[in-house]
């Protein structure tokens, strides 16, 4: 049972383009969520996280929004660059069990030149 | 990067044969982690490490053992290999509770094929 939904499996985005990946869950333990970006052949690496008593947060070209009562958070990417072509996932941290992170199936992102 | 080493970084070897990963860290992180990634179903926790001899297991632990007998290594076993482990293994780390929003950091894997 998959304890973080992702979608879409995969995206295609022009340059320029607003990439938008979205996550849904469950479990109101959760109570941390990063996104890692990975490119081929390297370990995922954080992007931004959030925490859900914030509803949104910006790092640069890169957005979280985060709706606590729907249970969905989603990553925006603004003015995305072929550089940004790279799978995503998203995750969420169970508080209550050791510091387990559930992760999302992931997205594959291409953005075309 | 926080300094995570997987060893090896690839490994092919037969049905049945015993196989042994090595996450080494360099920055004294409490939390180490060994997740497999598989196409469609992203990256799946099999056991985890809350401290020196402290372990639990993951979602996926089944054919799987760890040990760690010192902060910074985390060993992954795999008794006797079947085909269907045949995946990319991913090591993670964290701080520890002082710092509870801080995220994991992954090495750059192992990829092990068993024929």
């Known amino acids: 049972q998959q304890q973080v939904k992702q979608s879409p499996q995969s995206l295609i985005v022009q340059k320029g383009g607003i990439s938008i990946i979205n996550c849904a869950y469950e479990?109101?333990?959760?109570?941390?969520f990063p996104w890692y970006q990975q490119f081929p052949g390297k370990g995922p690496a954080l992007l931004i996280a959030i925490r859900p008593d914030v509803s949104e947060k910006k790092e640069g070209r890169f957005t979280i929004s985060f709706n606590k009562s729907a249970k969905q958070f989603s990553l925006h990417i603004m003015d995305s660059q072929p550089g940004d072509s790279a799978t995503y996932f998203c995750?969420?941290?169970?508080?209550?069990?050791?510091?387990?992170?559930?992760f999302g199936t992931g997205t594959s992102l291409t953005v075309i030149p | 990067d926080a300094g995570i080493t997987q060893s090896p970084r690839h490994k092919v070897t037969e049905t049945g044969t015993p196989v042994t990963l090595r996450c080494h860290q360099t920055?004294?992180?409490?939390?180490m982690y060994w997740y497999r990634q598989d196409p469609g179903h992203g990256l799946r926790l099999i056991h985890y490490s809350y401290g020196v001899k402290d372990t639990d297991k993951g979602e996926v632990s089944d054919g799987y053992s760890v040990s760690r007998s010192k902060t910074e290594d985390f060993l992954l076993t795999l008794e006797s290999a079947t085909s269907s482990q045949t995946s990319v293994y991913f090591c993670a780390t964290k701080p520890g509770q002082g710092a509870s929003n801080q995220p994991q950091h992954f090495g750059d894997g192992t990829r092990l094929s068993i024929l």
């Open positions: 920055e004294n992180h409490r939390y």
């Open positions: 995750a969420a941290r169970m508080w209550d069990t050791g510091n387990q992170f559930y």
């Open positions: 479990n109101t333990a959760f109570d941390y």
